[in-house]
């Protein structure tokens, strides 16, 4: 092995793979003069990549399917259009290279299509991209994007939004090494969603060279580059040893003492749907509808592809608790027809339900989508809201629920601080809360979730964290309502039982985490959960309030 390096592992089991890089946006190439016997050379090789790319694209299209495939013909139409192709002849005729040539031609049709209305403006983003697959092309450089493999893989990224990683063919990705990101960014959310290993804030991952063989353990956090034949054999031992240990605990979630603990599972569509019920989840308790908005910047999704998402969802947990989550848009997660583009700070802006009391079609709609989705099913819906601040924020959303006719229970997520030190006063409002600890860690501790070099302070085993949990659940036990976690900290094993200590009456995750956390909160009884939590809150910082909480539980 030529060396280990060290990030944070944020979702379990190991991976060993070629690294590919996900291509990153292309640079500008240099405006050379060329000579004009070169000129015709020069117009082959762009329409050459030209083809290929809008070949790829069709090809891409066809792979993925539904609405991705019409988002991918119509940017092959783009790359073949006869007047950016008759552009870029002229100016390689008088002297620029071809891919100086596409690079500008393509700066002057974007002009014109970024002034000629809303929609065509829109479609800018989709221009660019086939800009830079072409020129990416002439120069002999990675695709941007997801890479072009047709074998299996270890992706590595700087990190990974929830748009990047639509295409992401999951039978391709071993597993996941990012740059930057948390244990609650949204590539650790898709590693875990995807079952796959993963490791963030791994600082040097960009420089693996391409192609080089790793072994991501994303138990540990480690990335072995280029081990040898025992290493490897000696890591996957270890991690299958680690999986039969856990898949032996099966049934409901419960702790050694039989305090009930429902394990739900996070997911982001129907195709999340089989992992969960594989393991074992006995509901969702985190619906993320917004993969469902992705698809199309421009507009929401028609009630009738909405209401289909939904059902797909909702009968596949029938007598379950689906607890799903109206539209969470904004900061890490744009959509460009509701979230402000000139925002200073958009984790402190207009997201989340701020911007679905901004644009009450757009939540009526949904909700009149799952009103529909849930008839005559007999699951047991619940509706929440993602960002609530305050008692206000509750009371609107109870509201349009009823205006929507909902037949469900409605109810608060606690993503910020305001929400969870005032918990009795928001639960007049609304019949339950879920903790998103992802946001919670970010709002408390004034830490951008998708940055890494503050990844300590996203620790979720941060005492403050645990402190405002057991505000919100204590809050919640005295009005006698029920208080989840669906934030990634209800996957760590140790701490979904120190999270149940605190009161905490159902944990939701990626499905993959769900046997670890299962095996071990059927080790303890409640009490010793009780006394891990205070152990944890009495100590001053993640790593210590772990260790006191290990001590206890290992102790007994
Ligand atoms: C959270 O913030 O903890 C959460 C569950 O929501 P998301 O990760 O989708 O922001
Ligand atoms: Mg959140």
Known sequence: MDTTLRGVGVSHGVAIGEARHMGTAVLEPPAKQIAAEEAPREQQRARQAVEAVAADLVA?????????????????????????????????????????????????????????????????????????????????????????????????????????????????????????GGPTSHSAILARALGVPAVVALPGAGELAEGTVVAVDGSTGEVMVNPTGAEREELSRAAAERKAAVEGAKGPGATSDGHKVPLLANVGGPGDVPAAVEAGAEGVGLFRTEFLFLDDSER????????????????????????????????????????????????????????????????????????????????????????????????????????????????????????????????????FLSLGTNDLAQYTFAAD??????????????????????????????????????GEAASDPLLACVLTGLGVTSLSMGASAIPFVRAQLAKHTLAQCERAAAAARAADSGPDARAAAQAVLSGE
């Open 300 to 431: 929401a999704p028609s009630e009738d592809k909405q209401v289909e998402a939904y059902r797909q969802v909702l009968e596949a947990f029938p007598e379950g608790r689906v607890v799903v989550r109206v539209l969470d848009a904004g900061a890490d997660k744009p959509l460009s027809f509701l979230t402000p583009a000139d925002e200073p700070n958009p984790a402190l802006g207009v997201r989340g339900l701020r911007t679905l009391l901004d644009h009450p079609e757009v939540l009526q709609g949904q909700l009149r989508a799952l009103a529909k989705a849930a008839e005559g099913l007999p699951v047991y819906l619940e509706v929440m809201a993602p960002m609530v601040a305050d008692r206000a924020d509750a009371r609107a959303f109870a509201d349009a629920c009823r205006e929507a006719g909902l037949n469900a229970k409605f109810g608060a997520m606690v993503e910020i601080p305001s929400a969870a030190l005032r918990a009795r006063s928001v639960l007049q409002e609304v019949e």
């Open 449 to 486: 979730r998708q940055v890494g070099a503050v990844s300590r302070l996203q620790d979720p085993w941060q005492p403050a964290l645990l402190d405002l949990v057991a505000t919100a659940a204590e809050a919640a036990g005295a009005e006698g309502k029920s208080c989840g976690v669906c």
């Open 60 to 180: 891409r299209g066809n792979l993925a399917g539904g609405e991705a495939q019409a988002v991918l013909e119509a940017q092959a139409m783009m790359a073949q259009d006869p007047e950016l192709a008759a552009d870029v002849e002229r100016r390689i005729a008088v002297g620029s290279t071809a891919e100086r040539a596409v690079y500008d031609a393509f700066a002057a049709y974007r002009a014109l299509l970024a002034q000629a209305g809303d929609y065509l403006a829109g479609r800018v983003a989709d221009l660019d991209d086939v800009r830079n697959r072409i020129v990416a092309r002439l120069l002999g450089v990675p695709m941007p994007g997801v890479p072009d493999s047709d074998r299996p893989y270890v992706l590595i990224a700087r990190d990974l939004a929830p748009a990047d990683t639509a295409l992401l063919d999951p039978a391709l990705v071993l597993g996941f090494v990012t740059e930057e």
